[in-house]
């Protein structure tokens, strides 16, 4: 029978096992909910391995630290964290997992380790940042990022490759990526901007991943701004874009496939996005509302941009320079340039 077990006002000591750490000796189970509320020991160790249904933190509750030792773990298997009042920050050294239909919730994962979601479950409302040096998480199932926000280090990475998302086709939602590590998306589809933050991924971008898979494709979502800064990255199904800002920093930032307006959004452009000035991917259903800055080109003052409706070239002239992209727009569809002529670093396109 499932029960509802509380941490104690007092606690003996900070270990997350100790029978005398909780109300009516049972350290909570599988099935149970361990109950959170006012403590003098809000630092806990879990040194083995433990499966509980969920943490539930009511008023009360502070700050709470769960420090997951070597050859420790947490499985949640029930409803996972809610956080109805304080907060929770979890320290991930070994292995953390999230199963059936559990959420991390509001929490704060830092990740040195093995995190991993699993079944339907959603990292939800999460900060989680996963370090390098050993840190991984894993999306596996029907697992989602839900509207977590990802911080991905160097040398660490975030792996959706084994999801197949809610819908059973491979769609899976971020609320933000950012960090210098790499997200792996396999063959699916990932939404990112739903939490609305700006943030910049400067590691890669890619396919494969644990469970291998190729054809992956970027969703810009949100009204925040998604800058890519790495250099060739290799997801390979294109990037849609449906509101916010897409800034792209470097090369091939958006992969090798086209880029698509599918809502009110911008894509900027900066001048280290071009190779020999041109811009590599074709731009694709640009249409009213939609906005290209060119900003990032660090143009002059009276620069002209034309388009060319037989090779769907934009040839932008400026300081003696051509550049060139590549925009494939609604049929009968006529633009112009506009320049500013005090600072001399500003061209924006739009329709005529």
Excluded: C
Excluded at 22 to 51: Q, R, Y
Excluded at 230 to 258: F, I, K, M, Q
């Amino acid at each position: 029978m499932a029960t509802i077990t509380t941490w104690n006002r007092f606690a003996a000591t900070a270990n997350y096992v100790d029978v005398g750490n909780w109300s009516g000796g049972l350290v909570p189970g599988p099935d149970d909910t361990a109950e959170f509320k006012a403590s003098d020991t809000t630092n806990i160790s879990i040194i083995s391995d433990k499966t509980v249904g969920a943490w539930l933190f009511n008023p009360g509750a502070g700050q709470y630290n769960f420090n997951i030792t070597y050859n420790g773990s947490i499985s949640f298997e029930g409803g996972g964290i809610a956080v109805n009042a304080g907060s929770v920050h979890i320290f991930n050294f070994d292995i953390t997992d999230f199963t059936n239909g559990s959420t991390a919730g509001g929490s704060l994962i830092d990740n040195f380790a093995y995190l991993d979601f699993a079944g339907s479950s959603t990292a939800g409302a999460a900060t989680i940042h996963t370090f390098g040096g050993g840190g991984r998480s894993f999306f596996d199932g029907a697992a989602t990022g839900g509207f977590a926000q990802f911080i991905t280090d160097a040398s660490g990475f975030v792996d959706f490759s084994g999801s197949v998302g809610r819908d059973g086709r491979g769609h899976v939602t971020a609320g933000s990526i950012a960090g210098a590590g790499a997200y792996r998306l396999g063959a699916d589809q990932l939404t990112v901007g739903l939490n609305g933050l700006s943030t910049e991924v400067s590691g890669p971008v890619e396919d494969d991943g644990a469970h291998r898979g190729s054809g992956a494709s970027l969703v810009k979502a949100g009204h925040g701004a998604l800058k890519l800064s790495h250099t060739g990255n290799t997801y390979t199904g294109g990037t849609t874009l449906e509101s916010g800002v897409l800034d792209l920093a470097a090369v091939r930032a958006a992969g090798p496939e086209a880029i698509a307006f599918a809502g009110r959004a911008t894509l900027k452009i900066e001048n280290s996005a071009l190779s020999a000035h041109h811009f590599g991917n074709l731009i694709d259903f640009f249409a009213k509302h939609d906005l290209l800055d060119l900003t990032g080109l660090h143009f002059h003052a009276g620069a002209t941009a034309i388009y060319h409706k037989v090779n769907h070239h934009l040839i932008v002239h400026s300081g003696g320079k051509t550049d060139t992209l590549t925009l494939l727009s609604p049929h009968g569809t006529h633009f112009e340039a506009t320049s500013d002529h005090h600072g001399g670093t500003d061209v924006f396109l739009v329709f005529a």
